[in-house]
């Protein structure tokens, strides 16, 4: 059984780098076959997907959010990471990081954590 | 890529069944069945309760079913209960290898 969890800065600079950490747990991170995901959802809010990489380091991205996002993946720590640059108030979100055994739905979530973009 | 468009809320009473429906385009719903569908309570994460369109993850009541007619999927609720009162998402591949959800559904137990 997954479980993951999320980490890193609940509060940003406009115009700065918002960076996220999920860690995994109960099972390696290169070994499941895996895909690993960020989704966002504003306060109030439905569910938005950022993107997504394959432990091969294979990424997938929202169109509309791809020229900002970065996805990767450290296998030695069991980890993967979201970084979204040139932020904005728009931003402001909870982030939740899932995996997915297939590109095509999500099966693990982690708790999700708040971030709030503001000077 | 837009959103799924979904009702903003359905209700029902307690044992009666509710649909949702989860409209896309040809690029998406129309041509894959790769549709989840997901239940999200206050202040929770999002659970996957059904994927590839009408496929139940162990565990999930087999109360729940989806179902899809050209571009429009649909989740069917059946014996309605309390505990069923949340936010429901449906999510769908793409033509772009991307993913998209819908706007979500609020579901109202009366």
């Known amino acids: 059984q997954l479980q993951l969890q999320e980490s890193g800065p609940g509060l940003v600079k406009p115009s700065e780098t918002l960076s996220l950490t999920c860690t995994v747990s109960?099972?390696?991170?290169?070994?499941?076959?895996?895909?690993w995901g960020w989704i966002r959802q504003p306060p109030g809010k439905g569910l938005e997907w950022i993107g997504s990489?394959?432990?091969?380091?294979?990424?997938y991205f929202n169109t509309s959010l791809k020229s900002r996002v970065t996805i990767s993946v450290d296998t030695s720590r069991n980890q993967f990471s979201l970084k979204l640059s040139s932020v904005t108030a728009a931003d402001t979100a909870v982030y939740y990081c899932?995996?997915?055994?297939?590109?095509?739905?999500?099966?693990?979530w982690g708790q999700g954590t708040l971030v709030t973009v503001s000077s | 890529q837009s959103a799924l468009t979904q009702p903003a809320s359905v209700s029902g009473s307690p044992g009666q069944s509710i649909t949702i429906s989860c409209t896309g385009t040809?690029?998406?719903?129309?041509?894959?069945?790769?549709v989840s569908w997901y239940q999200q309570h206050p202040g929770k994460a999002p659970k996957l309760i059904i994927y590839?369109?009408?496929n139940r993850p162990s565990g999930v009541s087999n109360r729940f079913s989806g179902s899809k007619s050209g571009n429009t999927a649909s989740l069917t609720i059946s014996g309605l209960q309390a505990e069923d009162e949340a936010d429901y998402y449906c999510?769908?591949?793409?033509?772009?290898?991307?993913?998209?959800f819908g706007g979500g559904t609020k579901l109202t137990v009366l």
């Open positions: 899932a995996g997915h055994p297939s590109l095509v739905y999500f099966d693990y």
């Open positions: 109960g099972g390696s991170i290169s070994s499941s076959g895996y895909y």
């Open positions: 990489i394959h432990y091969s380091g294979t990424t």
């Open positions: 040809s690029s998406d719903v129309g041509t894959y069945n790769y």
């Open positions: 590839d369109v009408n």
């Open positions: 999510d769908s591949y793409t033509s772009s290898s991307t993913l998209v």
